[in-house]
């Protein structure tokens, strides 16, 4: 036989185990009935019976309920209030409360984000993907009923979160992503397609590839706003920006080769009017130059001039005076003035003796002939 255990005992050859304390089992019954005989006695509802405990219940029921109804919002976000559906109202940043649902509900949405929609094209989601080419959205005809591809990036954000949430019931876009009811989704892209085509519509294909996209811009933004207001679509257009403008692929080439001759055209321009700016200063300073030249040789001629009929004045007055003295004087300057340009030789019976003046200077043909040795004339 195997030895007992401390707590067994031999009594009588038989083995003896003290009884064990059987576990507690408690009824749904008691513990409502403790849990009863716990609560206080609420004044008008009777102490710790079945409906105070009832009523506890709703409380902590009501509380948490009423916990729902706290929410925050974020500096960048706006939120949208609505009571049994209606709209009641809007808050801004911080921490509030509204009636939990389903008697209160809230939409919080950023507004201050910028948001971009793509046209004509889809770029892959990491952004280094090759965009994809949506020739739907992007060929247009432009006033010389020419065909040219357009893709364009347009920039927006929410202006009015009450109209972007319930004034435009939109289908949605899948291609980007956006969810039906938002008026981003199909109605931005019809508003930008429209404005688009009808800015290109009024213009040469010229004009739309080369000189004037920042008008093309300008004027499909104007547009836009214009037409979204219009619709209560909550959105403002922040900006658009043409991507690429290239005409048809079938005669992308012939266009890229008036483009360059084009440009070839402004070099030269350029080059011709840097060289006008040039030599204009030098041809203005030659001419003023010759100007001032002519009006000083004109100046002097006339002072001559004048200077020589004064002098004629003087003469003739003198010779009215007295002629024979005027005469005479006339003559003696004269040859005053002609004689030493001359020169002149000494005529003999046996030769010709140069006359060599004390000055040592010859000049002129003349002669002096004479017919005798003593004198010559």
């Not at 939120?79 to 509030?96: D, E």
């Not at 658009?240 to 030269?268: I, K, T, Y």
Request: aromatic fraction near 6%.
């Amino acid at each position: 036989m195997a030895a007992p255990n401390d707590d067994t005992q031999v009594v009588d050859n038989k083995m003896y185990r003290p009884p064990q304390q059987e576990e507690a089992q408690l009824t749904l019954d008691e513990v409502i009935e403790r849990l009863r005989a716990s609560l206080p006695n609420i004044p008008g509802i009777g102490g710790g019976g079945t409906i105070g405990l009832i009523f506890a219940a709703l409380i902590i029921i009501s509380l948490i309920w009423a916990g729902t109804g706290f929410y925050t919002v974020g500096p960048d976000q706006e939120a949208v209030l609505r009571t049994f559906g209606k709209f009641t109202g809007t808050t801004s940043g911080g921490l509030h409360w509204h009636y939990p649902g389903p008697i209160g509900k809230r939409n919080v949405v950023a507004v201050t984000l910028s948001r971009r929609m793509e046209l004509g094209f889809r770029s892959g989601a990491d952004g280094f993907t090759v965009a994809q080419s949506v020739t739907n959205e992007s060929l247009m005809i432009t006033g010389d009923e020419n065909i040219v591809d357009v893709q364009a990036v347009i920039q927006y954000r929410i202006s009015s979160l009450q109209d972007y949430l319930f004034e435009v019931d939109d289908p949605g876009d899948p291609d980007r992503g956006i969810l039906p009811g938002s008026p981003d989704g199909r109605t931005l892209r019809d508003i930008a397609e429209t404005a688009l085509r009808q800015v290109v519509g009024a213009r040469n294909i010229d004009d739309v590839l080369t000189t004037e996209k920042e008008q093309v811009q300008t004027e499909v933004q104007f547009k836009m706003r214009e037409l979204a207001s219009e619709y209560s679509t909550g959105v403002e257009v922040l900006q658009v920006l043409l991507q690429n403008v290239n005409p048809p692929l079938e005669v992308q080439a012939a266009f890229e080769d008036v483009v360059r001759a084009r440009e070839d055209r402004e070099r030269l321009i350029n080059l011709a009017e840097a060289y006008q700016a040039a030599e204009l200063p030098k041809a203005t300073g030659e001419a003023a130059k010759i100007t001032e030249a002519a009006k000083g040789f004109k100046q002097g001629r006339i002072a001559r001039a004048q200077g020589e009929a004064d002098g004629f004045d003087a003469i003739l007055l003198g010779y009215e005076g007295s002629p024979e003295v005027t005469r005479q004087r006339l003559y003696l300057e004269a040859v005053e003035e002609i004689l030493p340009g001359v020169t002149k030789f000494i005529l003999t019976d046996s030769s010709v003796l140069p006359f060599l003046p004390l000055s040592g200077a010859t000049g002129g043909s003349g002669l002096i002939t004479g017919t005798g040795a003593g004198g010559g004339q």
